[in-house]
T-cell receptor
Framework: QQKVQQSPESLTVSEGAMASLNCTFS??????FRWYRQHSGKGLEVLVS????GEKEEGSFTAHLNRASLHVFLHIREPQPSDSALYLC????????????FGSGTRLLVSP | DPKIIQKPKYLVAVTGSEKILICEQY?????MYWYRQSAKKPLEFMFS???????DNQTASSRFQPQSSKKNHLDLQITALKPDDSATYFC?????????????FGEGSKLTVL
């Protein structure tokens, strides 16, 4: 059964400093990875999707996937206080049927 | 304007009672889902529906029953409520469950069971 773990649980960075979040997964046949952001009391918004090894950039968000090492990273360039939120890693397989497994999240605080 | 509407946003219930969580999506999607998020566990998949038919059920308890009266509706009925059911329940949708499309989420219904 797929397991998705995120680290760190919480992270504080200064405004403008790079923030790096880590997600590890257990099933190497996974081929669908997304990072979501959840502001307090709100739903989830997708930040970036990645389906193959390498990097994918969406605005200030860059996902880096390395399936051999079972890692997918999220780098946030020049984060602002408004980026303070819970960041969730979501992993799934496109093998028919649809089941997304989420990590427990990294709570990011961007200080002014 | 929110494309996935969940009602109510907050609700309080007593142990043993029954509640229905409402979800409507206006994205024209064919698949809808329920997820649960509690303080103790990460976001958990509960159900998936495609074209108003149940595709996957990962909820052990029969106290949770999804109901789809229309293609863009997927309500969640919870009976015999327990304090452990306290969580935020998120409705989501995607264009097609057979592919690996992006999930779109509502803002959640936060349930507190006393």
């Amino acid at each position: 059964q797929q397991k998705v773990q995120q680290s760190p649980e919480s992270l504080t960075v200064s405004e403008g400093a790079m923030a790096s979040l880590n997600c590890t997964f257990s099933d190497r046949s996974s081929d669908n990875f997304r990072w979501y952001r959840q502001h307090s009391g709100k739903g989830l918004e997708v930040l970036v999707s990645i389906f193959s090894d390498g990097e994918k950039e969406e605005g200030s968000f860059t996902a880096h996937l390395n399936r051999a090492s079972l890692h997918v990273f999220l780098h946030i360039r020049e984060p602002q206080p408004s980026d303070s939120a819970l960041y969730l890693c979501a992993v799934s397989m496109g093998t028919g049927g649809y089941k997304v497994v989420f990590g427990s999240g990294t709570r990011l605080l961007v200080s002014p | 304007d929110p494309k996935i509407i969940q009602k109510p946003k907050y609700l309080v219930a007593v142990t043993g009672s029954e509640k229905i969580l409402i979800c409507e999506q206006y994205l024209g999607h064919n698949a809808m889902y329920w997820y649960r998020q509690s303080a103790k566990k990460p976001l958990e998949f509960m159900f998936s529906y495609s074209y108003q038919k149940l595709m996957d059920n990962q909820t052990a308890s029969s106290r949770f029953q999804p109901q789809s009266s229309k293609k863009n509706h997927l309500d969640l009925q919870i009976t015999a409520l327990k304090p452990d059911d306290s969580a935020t329940y998120f409705c989501a949708s995607s264009q097609d469950p057979a592919n690996t499309g992006q999930l779109y989420f509502g803002e959640g219904s936060k349930l507190t069971v006393l």
